[in-house]
């Protein structure tokens, strides 16, 4: 079958049409949240059991555990119907094997396999044509509860609704900025669908996950392609970087602080830590200069004078700027925070260099004593 969540969609045939693979790549095929199997490849001992636990992906980012107490030839890639509430449900495998023992350890630390739902069988034709049928509403019924709650005065919004495998079931997710009263919403729902309705409430970052985007950097969203759990991100992240306080730059498609803000956050605290307290002034016999901005990795501090009459903006290595706390803490000033046998490197003008003029040579005014040289007579040659 073909890739449902791939931007590129599916086909009439039922073949993907992003990678042109037909779906057998290895990385699992073009679907959120793929998982590559790094222990596929490598045996068990002769005395232990294969794990019973897979791991199933539905719509969006939903993912969960089941147990296969069949002991069933489950791959990753098949589709099977597995244990609903209620009854089942239609999904992909998105792990089997070792791995998802480590991720199922991961995930539910103080769980049994047992307690897991179970597998009930690989999908036949007649569920898949069911599965697909249901995939087709949701759209439709997505409109209708907005149009629904809107009616009702409802200060909710329905971002997604998943059908379940047997039509049985609908989840409508929605995002709220306080509590909702919606059970007028799921009388009207119940009696116009006649299925059962649940409704989840997510966070915007949990929408953000289930919609997909694509984010400033001009890749898809890490929320809604790989990142599974989502930490708290402060703007003290922001501050460690030396990155401007601007909500607009540093805000994501939900509209909190961006995920990638912690992704660098550990290397930022781990070098940040060589440097000195940005509140010591640098005192020298020309002048006090305050701290104001730091390159980490490159090992570099800037500081300005307090009077400006002294200088400005000064670039100091970090060893020079310990070196010049360390004189100040004994008594010491040296004569500038500048190091005076500065190599300085010329810089190569690069700006004319294939003959380029300059932008402002048609402002300049022609001398009307020049004339144009095209209407000048040529003197005629001497015999």
Avoid at 114 to 133: F, G, L, M, P
Avoid at 143 to 168: C, N, W
Avoid at 215 to 235: H, I, K, Q, Y
Wanted: glycine fraction near 10%; aromatic fraction near 8%.
């Amino acid at each position: 079958m073909g890739c449902g969540s791939c931007s590129s969609g599916g086909c009439s045939s039922g073949l993907p049409r992003g990678c042109n693979n037909n779906g057998s790549c290895g990385s699992g095929g073009c679907n959120k949240l793929t998982v590559f199997d790094w222990l596929s490849n490598i045996d068990l001992p002769t005395d232990a059991s294969s794990f019973n636990g897979i791991e199933v992906r539905f719509k969006g980012s939903r993912k969960e555990f089941f147990n296969n107490e069949g002991n069933l030839s489950i791959k990753v890639g098949d589709v099977i119907a597995v244990e609903g509430n209620p009854g089942h449900d239609i999904g992909v495998v998105s792990i089997v094997g070792e791995l998802a023992r480590l991720q199922f350890k991961k995930k539910y630390k103080n769980q049994d396999l047992e307690s897991q739902k179970k597998v009930y069988r690989i999908a036949k034709e007649s569920d898949i044509k069911k599965w697909q049928d249901s995939v087709d509403l949701e759209e439709k019924t997505m409109h209708f509860a907005r149009k629904s709650a809107e009616h009702l005065g409802l200060e909710m919004k329905i971002s997604d609704v998943e059908y379940q495998g047997d039509k049985t079931k609908a989840t409508f997710y929605y995002t709220a900025n306080g509590r909702v009263d919606f059970r007028e919403l799921i009388k009207k729902l119940s009696s116009e669908l006649r299925i059962k309705i649940e409704m989840k409430q997510i966070g915007a970052r949990q929408e953000a996950a289930r919609l997909g985007g694509i984010g400033a950097c001009g890749r898809e969203l890490c929320c809604s392609s790989w990142l599974t759990d989502f930490r708290t991100v402060n703007t003290s992240a922001a501050r460690y970087q030396n990155l401007s306080i601007n909500p607009q730059k540093l805000a994501g498609q939900c509209g909190k602080l961006k995920c990638c803000l912690n992704f660098e956050l550990d290397s930022y605290m781990e070098g940040i830590k060589e440097f000195p307290n940005t509140k010591v002034r640098l005192t020298s016999k020309k002048g006090k200069a305050s701290f104001f901005k730091m390159d980490i990795f490159k090992r570099l501090m800037w500081y300005v004078y307090e009077d400006r009459k002294s200088g400005g903006i000064v670039e100091l290595s970090l060893d020079r700027v310990k070196e010049i706390i360390a004189m100040n803490k004994e008594g010491n000033e040296p004569d500038t925070i500048e190091l005076i046998n500065m190599v300085v490197e010329e810089k190569v003008d690069y700006e004319n260099v294939v003959g380029q003029d300059s932008i402002n040579r048609f402002d300049n005014k022609r001398n009307p004593k020049q004339g144009n040289r095209k209407n000048k007579k040529r003197r005629p040659k001497k015999a």
